[in-house]
């Protein structure tokens, strides 16, 4: 298999992007080695899924495609270096983010502590969306649980790899909801919801970056068992909206000792327009520590 190397990145928060993607990878469709620090997934592009394959060193990473042959491999290691520079989160100027965060009295010493802090995006706005549902409220343990299970039961495994494609949104909207509860374990209305966003998808509402982010908040909160949480953390990793703020989230709060979303909410108002860039802050230094 051909081997190409689409990013090589230095002075990379590497240790806390395996951090994140070692608490949230689902079984099946992706590959995390803690031992080798490598991550491995399929990536869609219009020549068919890829591998790519990650390796995160102390503070860099190198991303690799494998197996690109053909009339279309220039395209599509186009489209997978674009979708690996967006994963990567690096077009984002992590100054300007920290001139604006790093007079806050509670972000100033995280700023300062990770200041080339990124926010790991998504190869896939769809899966997100349905990866996020099947958070809601539940261990990061559990999530994953149940998305190992979704993928096995509707994704498609590549032979070769081993490893699965994540189920486009008509193959999920065809299914019973009674099904998808019985089969991942998650609660009916739980599995309405995922099913109802495959639908929405299906029907041409596109989660993804470069997208008027107006309308899909609308779209999406329209949807039963959609909140304001789901919505935000899903603007944040697969529209990569730089100022989505999920002021409900039970760490965030826990983190600013607030109450209440609209106390962590007003609390927030001042980091716009970079409050995802607080988040993750807030998030790691609380959250994925353990994994370091």
Do not use: N
């Not at 979708?83 to 009295?105: F, I, N």
């Not at 953390?233 to 039970?250: C, N, S, T």
């Amino acid at each position: 298999m051909t081997r190409t190397t689409v990013a090589a990145v230095t002075s990379y928060p590497a240790a806390e992007a395996f951090a994140a993607l070692l608490a949230h990878a689902v079984p099946g469709l992706e590959r995390v080695d803690a031992s080798t620090r490598t991550y491995s997934r399929l990536v869609s592009t219009g020549a068919g899924p890829l591998l790519v394959e990650a390796v995160f060193g102390a503070d860099d990473v190198t991303v690799d495609v494998v197996g690109v042959d053909g009339d279309g491999a220039p395209e599509a290691l186009v489209e997978a270096g674009a979708s690996v520079r967006g994963w990567l989160d690096l077009e984002t100027d992590l100054s300007a983010v920290a001139l604006h965060l790093g007079d806050d009295p509670v972000l100033a010493p995280l700023v300062s502590a990770q200041p080339g802090l990124r926010i790991l995006g998504s190869f896939d706005g769809f899966e997100s969306a349905v990866m996020t549902v099947l958070g809601q409220h539940v261990s990061l343990v559990a999530a994953r649980t149940f998305g190992g299970r979704l993928v096995e039961r509707w994704g498609r495994l590549d032979a070769v790899t081993g490893l699965v494609e994540f189920p486009c949104p008509a193959t999920l909207a065809a299914v019973d909801p009674a099904e998808l509860q019985a089969v991942v374990g998650v609660t009916g209305q739980r599995a309405r919801t995922v099913v109802a966003v495959a639908r929405a998808c299906a029907d041409g509402l596109r989660v993804a970056p470069g997208v008027d982010p107006v309308p899909v908040r609308r779209e999406l909160l329209a949807l039963p068992g959609i909140g304001p949480w789901t919505v935000e953390y899903v603007a944040m990793r697969a529209m990569r909206d730089p100022d989505a703020f999920p002021a409900g989230d039970l760490v965030l709060r826990k983190a600013l000792e607030l109450a209440t979303p609209r106390e962590v909410a007003a609390r927030a108002a001042a980091w716009s327009p970079w409050r995802a860039y607080a988040a993750i802050h807030l998030w790691h230094h609380a959250a994925y520590s353990l994994h370091l």
